[in-house]
C-alpha cells in the first residue's frame, strides 16, 4: 500500500463531484448511532400500538398482553440478520424475516388463548399494527442509508486485496456508491508487482494488521481469484482488529437466495454452494393465462381510445405487426400500437445514416426520432403502445414478464451469451423495461436479460412489478 496519509488518500479517492464531501463521523461511530436509532424506533413500534389499544379498549390485560406480544416481536429481530448486519451495514430490508417472526408469535398467542381462554383478537391486533410499523420503518431506515452514502456519509473505509479477473468487479464497486465502500488501499495476490505502482503482495498477517490499524480500515474486500493461502492470509490478519471481511469471487448473474454457505466434508473449510435455477414454466404458465385475458379486457378501453386517436393525426392503421423471435428462436406476430407515421419503416435506414442511434449498437433507438408522431411519443412514454402485446400473451407466445421481444436482425448478431435470452419466453415488461429502456447500452440490455434468464422466478418477477409501475408513471428511458 502507498505510504500517504489517511486524510490525503481519501481526499484523493474521492468522488470528482463538488458537491459530494466526505464526512467525518468514522463509521464505527456512525453504526452505534445507527444502531441506536434502530432500537428505539422498535420500541416505538411495540409501545404504540399497545396505547393505541388501551385507549380504544380501555382493557389493561389486553394492552399489556398486546405490549407483549409485540415486545416479543421486537426483542427477537434485535437477534436476527436483519439487525445485526442486514439493514446495519448493508442496508438491506427484508421482510422475511420480521414475517416469520410476527407468525410465531400469533401463532403461540393463539395457543395461549385457546389454553387459557382468554381473547386473543386484541393482542393480534396490536402485533400486526407493530409488524406494519417495523416493515415500515426497515425502508424508511434503508432508503436513509442510501442517501448518506452518496452524499458522502456512512462510508466504510476499505482494503482491497486483488485477485485474476478483478477489473470487471472493481469496475462495479466504483459505479455502486450506495455500497458504502470508499477504496482506500490495494493489495495483490496471484499476480507479481510489474511497476513500482502496481500494489504490494500480500505477505502476512501483520501486514494485513498493520494497514488495518494504520489506515483505520472497516471493510477488508478480496475481489476475483484470490489465492487460498492468501484468503487465509487475510482472514488472520484482521483477528481482533474489528474489520468485516468480504468475499466477492466473481459470481457472474447469481442473487443472494441462490446461495448458501455449507461445510466441506471432512473439514470446515467455508463453502458457497449456488442452487440451479429450477424454471417453474407450469406455475407462470398458469398466471399468464388467468391474468392475461383480465388484463387485455381491463386495457380494451385504452387500446380503443389511442387507436382513435392515432387514426385522427395520421393516415394510416391503428396497430402495427412486426415479427419477433420468441422462445427458442421461433418467429411470431408481436402487436403494438402504431406510434410513428405509416412510411416509418421505408425511413429507417435513413434514420440510421443520420447517426441518431442512442448508444445502443445492436437495439437501434433515437431519442429524437422525426418518424414518432405527437400521439406515438405520449402513448411511447407511459407505454402504451405496448398494451397490445397482450394478445401476444393470450396467444402463448409471450409472458407477462421475460426478456424484451428481439428483432430478427438482431439476434442475427447475437453471440452465444446474448442468445441465452431466447431460453424463456419474452415479456411484456421485464429489467430492460424498469432499468433504463432505450437509455441503456447492447451490453447492458443483454447482461440484464441473462440476469433474468438465470435468476428468474417469482420473487424477482414481483420486484419487476413494482419497477414497472414506478417506470411508466416516470417515463424513464421511453422514447
Same mark, same amino acid.
Given at each position: 500500500?502507498?505510504?500517504?496519509?489517511?486524510?490525503?488518500?481519501?481526499?484523493?479517492?474521492?468522488?470528482?463531484?463538488?458537491?459530494?464531501?466526505?464526512?467525518?463521523?468514522?463509521?464505527? !461511530?456512525? +453504526?452505534?448511532?445507527?444502531? %441506536? #436509532?434502530?432500537? &428505539?424506533?422498535? @420500541? /416505538?413500534?411495540? $409501545? *404504540?400500538?399497545?396505547? =393505541?389499544?388501551?385507549?380504544?379498549?380501555?382493557?389493561?390485560?389486553?394492552?399489556?398482553?398486546?405490549?407483549?406480544?409485540?415486545?416479543?416481536?421486537?426483542?427477537?429481530?434485535?437477534?436476527?440478520?436483519?439487525?445485526?448486519?442486514?439493514?446495519?451495514?448493508?442496508?438491506?430490508?427484508?421482510?422475511?424475516?420480521?414475517?416469520?417472526?410476527?407468525?410465531?408469535?400469533?401463532?403461540?398467542?393463539?395457543?395461549? !388463548?385457546? +389454553?387459557?381462554?382468554?381473547? %386473543? #383478537?386484541?393482542? &393480534?391486533?396490536? @402485533? /400486526?399494527?407493530? $409488524? *406494519?410499523?417495523?416493515? =415500515?420503518?426497515?425502508?424508511?431506515?434503508?432508503?436513509?442509508?442510501?442517501?448518506?452514502?452518496?452524499?458522502?456519509?456512512?462510508?466504510?473505509?476499505?482494503?482491497?486485496?486483488?485477485?485474476?479477473?478483478?477489473?470487471?468487479?472493481?469496475?462495479?464497486?466504483?459505479?455502486?456508491?450506495?455500497?458504502?465502500?470508499?477504496?482506500?488501499?490495494?493489495?495483490?495476490?496471484?499476480?507479481?508487482?510489474?511497476?513500482?505502482?502496481?500494489?504490494?503482495?500480500?505477505?502476512?498477517?501483520?501486514?494485513?494488521?498493520?494497514?488495518?490499524?494504520?489506515?483505520?480500515?472497516?471493510? =477488508?474486500?478480496?475481489?476475483?481469484?484470490?489465492?487460498?493461502?492468501?484468503?487465509?492470509?487475510?482472514?488472520?490478519?484482521?483477528?481482533?482488529?474489528?474489520?468485516?471481511?468480504?468475499?466477492?469471487?466473481?459470481?457472474?448473474?447469481?442473487?443472494?437466495?441462490?446461495?448458501?454457505?455449507?461445510?466441506?466434508?471432512?473439514?470446515?473449510?467455508?463453502?458457497?454452494?449456488?442452487?440451479?435455477?429450477?424454471?417453474?414454466?407450469?406455475?407462470?404458465?398458469?398466471?399468464?393465462?388467468?391474468?392475461?385475458?383480465?388484463?387485455?379486457?381491463?386495457?380494451?378501453?385504452?387500446?380503443?381510445?389511442?387507436?382513435?386517436?392515432?387514426?385522427?393525426?395520421?393516415?394510416?392503421?391503428?396497430?402495427?405487426?412486426?415479427?419477433?423471435?420468441?422462445?427458442?428462436?421461433?418467429?411470431?406476430?408481436?402487436?403494438?400500437?402504431?406510434?410513428?407515421?405509416?412510411?416509418?419503416?421505408?425511413?429507417?435506414?435513413?434514420?440510421?445514416?443520420?447517426?441518431?442511434?442512442?448508444?445502443?449498437?445492436?437495439?437501434?433507438?433515437?431519442?429524437?426520432?422525426?418518424?414518432?408522431?405527437?400521439?406515438?411519443?405520449?402513448?411511447?412514454?407511459?407505454?402504451?403502445?405496448?398494451?397490445?402485446?397482450?394478445?401476444?400473451?393470450?396467444?402463448?407466445?409471450?409472458?407477462?414478464?421475460?426478456?424484451?421481444?428481439?428483432?430478427?436482425?438482431?439476434?442475427?448478431?447475437?453471440?452465444?451469451?446474448?442468445?441465452?435470452?431466447?431460453?424463456?419466453?419474452?415479456?411484456?415488461?421485464?429489467?430492460?423495461?424498469?432499468?433504463?429502456?432505450?437509455?441503456?447500452?447492447?451490453?447492458?440490455?443483454?447482461?440484464?436479460?441473462?440476469?433474468?434468464?438465470?435468476?428468474?422466478?417469482?420473487?424477482?418477477?414481483?420486484?419487476?412489478?413494482?419497477?414497472?409501475?414506478?417506470?411508466?408513471?416516470?417515463?424513464?428511458?421511453?422514447?
Amino acid at each position: 500500500m502507498p505510504t500517504r496519509s489517511r486524510t490525503e488518500r481519501t481526499e484523493t479517492l474521492l468522488p470528482r463531484n463538488p458537491r459530494v464531501r466526505l464526512h467525518s463521523v468514522p463509521w464505527p !461511530g456512525y +453504526r452505534s448511532v445507527r444502531a %441506536a #436509532r434502530l432500537l &428505539l424506533l422498535d @420500541l /416505538a413500534a411495540a $409501545l *404504540v400500538p399497545a396505547m =393505541v389499544l388501551l385507549a380504544a379498549t380501555r382493557s389493561l390485560p389486553d394492552a399489556l398482553a398486546g405490549l407483549g406480544a409485540s415486545t416479543a416481536l421486537v426483542v427477537l429481530l434485535q437477534f436476527s440478520p436483519t439487525r445485526r448486519r442486514g439493514l446495519l451495514d448493508d442496508g438491506n430490508a427484508v421482510a422475511g424475516i420480521p414475517l416469520a417472526i410476527a407468525s410465531v408469535v400469533a401463532l403461540a398467542l393463539v395457543a395461549a !388463548g385457546a +389454553r387459557i381462554g382468554f381473547d %386473543a #383478537r386484541p393482542p &393480534l391486533t396490536a @402485533l /400486526a399494527a407493530s $409488524l *406494519v410499523a417495523v416493515l =415500515v420503518l426497515q425502508s424508511l431506515a434503508a432508503s436513509s442509508l442510501r442517501r448518506d452514502r452518496l452524499s458522502g456519509r456512512a462510508l466504510r473505509r476499505t482494503l482491497i486485496i486483488l485477485g485474476s479477473g478483478f477489473e470487471r468487479i472493481l469496475l462495479g464497486l466504483r459505479r455502486r456508491p450506495e455500497t458504502g465502500l470508499l477504496i482506500i488501499g490495494y493489495f495483490s495476490s496471484g499476480f507479481g508487482r510489474r511497476s513500482a505502482s502496481d500494489p504490494e503482495a500480500v505477505a502476512s498477517p501483520a501486514q494485513i494488521r498493520r494497514a488495518i490499524d494504520e489506515e483505520g480500515i472497516d471493510v =477488508v474486500a478480496t475481489i476475483g481469484a484470490v489465492t487460498p493461502e492468501d484468503l487465509t492470509t487475510v482472514l488472520r490478519g484482521i483477528e481482533g482488529t474489528g474489520a468485516r471481511m468480504l468475499v466477492l469471487p466473481g459470481l457472474k448473474d447469481v442473487t443472494a437466495e441462490r446461495v448458501r454457505a455449507l461445510p466441506v466434508v471432512g473439514g470446515w473449510t467455508a463453502s458457497l454452494e449456488v442452487r440451479a435455477r429450477r424454471t417453474r414454466l407450469a406455475l407462470k404458465s398458469l398466471v399468464d393465462s388467468v391474468l392475461g385475458p383480465v388484463l387485455l379486457v381491463l386495457a380494451s378501453p385504452v387500446i380503443a381510445v389511442a387507436a382513435l386517436a392515432i387514426r385522427i393525426e395520421s393516415p394510416g392503421p391503428a396497430f402495427y405487426r412486426q415479427t419477433r423471435i420468441g422462445l427458442e428462436g421461433r418467429p411470431f406476430t408481436l402487436w403494438k400500437l402504431r406510434s410513428m407515421c405509416q412510411e416509418a419503416d421505408a425511413l429507417r435506414s435513413a434514420v440510421v445514416a443520420r447517426g441518431g442511434d442512442s448508444g445502443n449498437q445492436v437495439l437501434f433507438k433515437d431519442s429524437r426520432d422525426p418518424r414518432i408522431t405527437r400521439v406515438g411519443a405520449f402513448i411511447r412514454r407511459f407505454s402504451i403502445d405496448e398494451l397490445p402485446q397482450l394478445i401476444n400473451v393470450v396467444r402463448g407466445e409471450m409472458s407477462l414478464i421475460g426478456p424484451r421481444p428481439a428483432l430478427p436482425d438482431e439476434v442475427a448478431e447475437y453471440d452465444a451469451e446474448a442468445r441465452r435470452r431466447l431460453l424463456v419466453k419474452p415479456g411484456l415488461t421485464g429489467l430492460w423495461q424498469v432499468s433504463g429502456r432505450s437509455s441503456l447500452s447492447w451490453e447492458s440490455t443483454v447482461a440484464l436479460d441473462q440476469h433474468y434468464v438465470d435468476n428468474r422466478g417469482a420473487r424477482l418477477d414481483g420486484k419487476i412489478i413494482v419497477r414497472t409501475v414506478k417506470a411508466v408513471l416516470g417515463g424513464e428511458g421511453a422514447y
